[in-house]
């Protein structure tokens, strides 16, 4: 019986042993945040949940590149790219707790603030809206004023609050037709004039066959609607517990943008795997082209990259007060802790 | 650059013309051949394309209208029977199990009523049943355009994630109740059932079937890359070929007919046929190969080329035979032509009837023989006979340089003198004489003359006269006489009635006294031994030898210590630059002033050399005589 017993002993130990030495190298936090420890890095890195608006496109290029180049390790972040969770809200993955970074439309983290500040913009990537509202000169729209009374194809989700604010302030009714992303209500003229990105739809219409010479574009940006759209918004409760990381994921991501810039053969060749990887129709020329006007978006003039303005962020205010009943004065500083003071 | 003579045989000279010749016409041929073949085998090959177009066609529309008539049956039963759901949900179910060309149908006929589609599909032949959840199907096109429209509608492809996750068409249509919209019936294809129909087509070997979408989305084609990811205008983008563009105009606008594809895209250097369906709009397209296509004209292109390359070939060996041949018998002229021209007239010239030119060559060669020996016997009886001559000449000319007095520091000996002659004839002798000698112990005559013409006759004259004057001077003693005296005895016996120019003086060398006399001659110059000097230009009468009873008059001055005295004849003034200008007095009297102080030999080769300079590169030549005597020169008094 002792031989067993030894035996068992023996067994229990090495067990215990291997169950130590297998473990992963990882520390959680006061917050519940783990700290990941990768193999061949001896830093421990900070685990980031990051949940892209859509879904794989270069339109995140250079997330990718901070994540495929190793900058977000620099920075000494782990960052876990969400794959696209379409039954749930980017809103709603804050409040789960299911994302620690969203992407959000500036106009947009503001109208949740209705009650009370609970989330922060850490960075500002598209320092200029794309918005653009087409129509087909075919079906007789050669103007904004001939917008009035048609069908409008608008985001039933996501950017649509800058287009109603447009609407309202340029006192254009038009009857609104909610969609996804899909351009074929456009292309079969169930719609007039349909919403889109520069840098996304507009070119999938030229891709479909539409001339540019064929089109109406409205640029809301150049109308007098310049509020900026994407940004990186966190709970004001993570961002409260880790500042220092909040602002290492925007400076990593924004060096992974001027890597992709500066490299956007092999940005575009990495948007490509991913989305094939994906599933996701994929052709180089559209994706170019989308590098090339975020490129637009995100680097308008030279300096603040990835910081929101002041300014801009006074403008939406000043537009949701006017056009969407927002009665609360949210300091800049209290809604974007590393903002650009102008 | 010049080529090598090798390089230029004339068998080279004539397979270059051939060829070139026959590069031209192969040129011509390749070109027209290619041009008449190329069409009508497009034309043919175009029929084939259309033939198979038309049963992708048939085959396409064919499932799809019978996709169309079943939802329209499904619609009629449902309005026009009063069904429950669970009826309406069997019907469809027994449509779905004897369809097997239908994938899936989703019945959303009460979506107003907000009940939730219920999507039916066969897994392995066992039907299976899902209701979608939430809202977000009323955004997706099959649901929102037939929606809004209230007509029928045919999907884009898209991905059924309510189903099995494939890629599918959907044929969607409204269903009305009582007039009033209340939702949609919708029938699924899958599209790779589509995709197999189009790839079914193997006429082509190289070629291939695709089928675009209203989008110009490639829906259907045998790369797999470009399916969904592509459209027609997205290759445009990626590949910068324009033709891509249009042929996705024409078929998203549901033309019919051909276009040529070029560049390096995967419809590159090919031929497409394209032609809509009728059904959905789509559009068909067969893509053949270029080089397939045109195969046969490329097949006759070679052996063409072929063919061409191997009469070139024989043709080049004909010629550069026959070449060879021909040309022997030149090259044997050419080695006898080679002989003469070495001096050995009395070669052998080979004779050659091969052909009537070689053989009048060797005629000609043999006739320029005979000349050319006749030629060079004369040529050296006259080379012996102008040698001959040539002696004589020689012989004269130094007899006349030893009439003329040799240059000494004081001619005759005489101390209070100093004279320095030059002679210069133009040909080997020339008609110029100078000479000086003493009359008597007092008296040193000299003279310059300058007989009219050159060559033997002027030098006999001036031979004549050069002997005459010392032997009548010491019984004259008189300037004018000694020239009258001459002047009679040239009357009498000058046979070519040449005439003659002299200036003759007697200085006496006690006085100093000079006495001249000009007759007919250029004028004397006198230097001083400041540099200066004075021109006596006066003739006393005219030249000798014409006129027998001639009155020659005479000049006399007195001559002060240093005096210097420049006799010349015409062929200084007379000297020619290139521009044919004189150098005339003015330019003798140009070359005075520049002279040092006055020395005969240094004045005379002076002279001489300025005349020289002046007259360079002039072919003009005449005698040139000059005669300078000093008088009493301080050198002298140290003597």
Redesign the interface.
């Known amino acids: 019986m002792k031989p067993f017993r030894q035996c068992l002993m023996a067994v229990v130990v090495l067990s215990v042993v291997l169950l130590v030495s297998c473990k992963p190298d990882r520390s959680r936090l006061d917050d519940g945040h783990i700290r990941a420890g990768k193999s061949g890095v001896h830093q421990d890195l900070f685990r980031i949940r990051y949940r892209p608006k859509w879904q794989a496109q270069a339109q995140f290029a250079g997330i990718y590149m901070a994540e495929s180049r190793g900058i977000y390790e620099q920075y000494g972040l782990d960052v876990e790219i969400q794959g696209l969770l379409q039954a749930q809200d980017a809103i709603d993955s804050l409040k789960s707790g299911t994302s620690d970074v969203v992407h959000l439309d500036l106009l947009r983290a503001i109208d949740v603030l209705r009650d009370s500040t609970w989330i922060t913009n850490i960075g500002q990537i598209n320092q200029k809206n794309a918005i653009l509202l087409v129509g087909k000169r075919s079906r007789g729209i050669n103007s904004l004023n001939d917008f009035k009374g048609k069908k409008l194809g608008e985001w039933r989700s996501g950017s649509y609050l800058i287009t109603d604010i447009f609407l309202k302030g340029s006192k254009i009714p038009m009857e609104i037709v909610p969609i996804d992303g899909s351009i074929n209500l456009f292309t079969q003229n169930v719609v007039d004039v349909v919403n889109v990105m520069r840098y996304n739809e507009y070119h999938q219409l030229l891709q479909a066959g539409i001339k540019e010479e064929d089109l109406f574009v409205a640029d809301l940006s150049e109308l007098g609607y310049q509020i900026p759209d994407e940004g990186f918004y966190v709970s004001k409760e993570f961002y409260s517990l880790h500042p220092n990381e909040c602002k290492a994921f925007v400076d990593a991501t924004m060096d992974g943008w001027l890597y992709a810039f500066s490299h956007p053969e092999e940005a575009i060749d990495e948007v490509v795997k991913r989305m094939q990887q994906d599933n996701i129709r994929a052709n180089r020329a559209h994706q170019r082209w989308m590098l090339d006007k975020m490129k637009e978006v995100i680097m308008p003039i030279a300096g603040d990259l990835g910081k929101l303005k002041k300014t801009d962020y006074q403008n939406a205010i000043k537009l949701m007060t006017e056009y969407y009943n927002f009665t609360r004065d949210i300091p800049f500083e209290e809604f974007c802790p590393n903002g650009a003071q102008k | 650059m010049a080529h090598r003579s090798e390089d230029r045989t004339i068998a080279y000279q004539l397979i270059s013309f051939v060829f070139a010749f026959m590069l031209i016409i192969f040129l011509a041929s390749i070109l027209v051949t290619r041009s008449l073949y190329h069409d009508i085998m497009l034309d043919n090959q175009l029929d084939n394309m259309r033939h198979l177009a038309h049963e992708r066609i048939y085959l396409i529309d064919g499932i799809l209208f019978r996709v169309e008539s079943i939802a329209r049956i499904s619609r009629s039963v449902f309005s026009d029977y009063s069904l429950t759901d669970d009826e309406r949900a069997g019907f469809l179910r027994e449509i779905l199990m004897e369809n097997p060309q239908i994938h899936s149908i989703c019945i959303a006929d009460k979506a107003t009523e907000g009940k939730p589609p219920l999507v039916m599909f066969t897994v392995r032949h066992k039907l299976t049943e899902r209701e979608v959840p939430?809202h977000?199907y009323q955004?997706?096109?099959w649901f929102?355009?037939p929606f809004?429209?209230e007509e029928p509608?045919w999907?884009?492809p898209w991905?059924d994630t309510d189903g099995l996750g494939e890629l599918i068409i959907s044929y969607s249509l409204p269903v009305f109740e009582t007039g009033v919209r209340t939702g949609l019936l919708r029938f699924d294809i899958r599209l790779s059932y589509l995709q197999e129909l189009i790839a079914g087509s193997s006429y082509f070997k190289v070629g291939s079937s695709f089928l675009v979408s209203?989008?110009?989305?490639l829906v259907a084609h045998r790369d797999m890359d470009l399916v969904?990811?592509?459209?027609?205008?997205?290759?445009k983008?990626?590949y910068s070929e324009p033709s891509l563009e249009k042929l996705?105009?024409a078929m998203?606008s549901g033309e019919q007919g051909h276009l040529k594809i070029n560049g390096k895209s995967p419809f590159g250097r090919s031929w497409v046929y394209y032609q809509p369906l009728l059904s959905n709009h789509w559009s068909v397209g067969v893509a053949v190969d270029e080089d397939y296509l045109m195969r046969d004209v490329y097949a006759i292109l070679m052996i063409q080329t072929v063919a061409s390359v191997l009469i070139f070939f024989f043709v080049a060996i004909i010629i550069y035979a026959r070449v060879l041949n021909v040309s022997r018998p030149l090259k044997r002229l050419a080695l006898a032509a080679d002989r003469i021209g070495g001096g050995d007239f009395d070669v052998q010239i080979p004779e050659s009837n091969k052909s009537h030119e070689i053989a009048t060559l060797s005629n000609s060669f043999i006739s320029m023989q005979a000349s050319l020996k006749e030629y060079i016997k004369n040529l050296r009886i006259t080379t012996e006979e102008k040698n001959q001559i040539r002696g004589d000449v020689i012989f004269a000319s130094e007899i006349q340089t030893k009439l003329v007095p040799s240059n000494t520091k004081h001619p005759c000996g005489v101390k209070e003198l100093r004279a320095y002659g030059i002679l210069e004839p133009a040909g080997d002798i020339g008609g110029d004489l100078y000479d000086y000698f003493m009359i008597d112990e007092d008296h040193f005559c000299f003279v310059i003359a300058d007989v009219l013409g050159k060559g033997i006759v002027a030098a006999m004259a001036m031979t004549m006269a050069a002997t005459l004057l010392p032997s009548i001077a010491p019984h004259v003693k008189s300037s004018n006489e000694l020239l009258k005296e001459l002047n009679s005895f040239l009357c009498r016996n000058n046979i070519e009635s040449n005439f003659v120019t002299a200036l003759l003086g007697i200085i006496d060398l006690k006085t100093g006294k000079l006495q001249f006399s000009n007759c007919g001659h250029v004028p004397l110059y006198i230097r001083k031994m400041d540099r200066s000097f004075t021109k006596y230009g006066e003739t006393h009468a005219t030249a000798l030898g014409v006129f027998e009873n001639l009155n020659i008059g005479y000049d006399e001055l007195d001559l002060t210590i240093g005096d210097e005295l420049i006799l010349y004849t015409d062929g200084v003034t007379e000297a020619m630059n290139v521009d044919e200008e004189f150098l005339g007095f003015t330019g003798l009297e140009e070359i005075l002033r520049k002279l040092p102080a006055p020395n005969p030999e240094t004045t005379a080769t002076m002279i001489l050399e300025s005349v020289h300079h002046f007259a360079r590169g002039s072919s003009h030549k005449d005698d040139i005589t000059l005669l300078v005597i000093d008088y009493k020169h301080p050198g002298f008094l140290e003597d």
């Open positions: 939430g977000s955004y997706a096109d929102q355009i809004i429209t509608f999907t884009e991905v209203t989008t110009g989305t969904m990811n592509h459209t027609l205008f997205s290759l983008q990626e996705g105009y998203i």
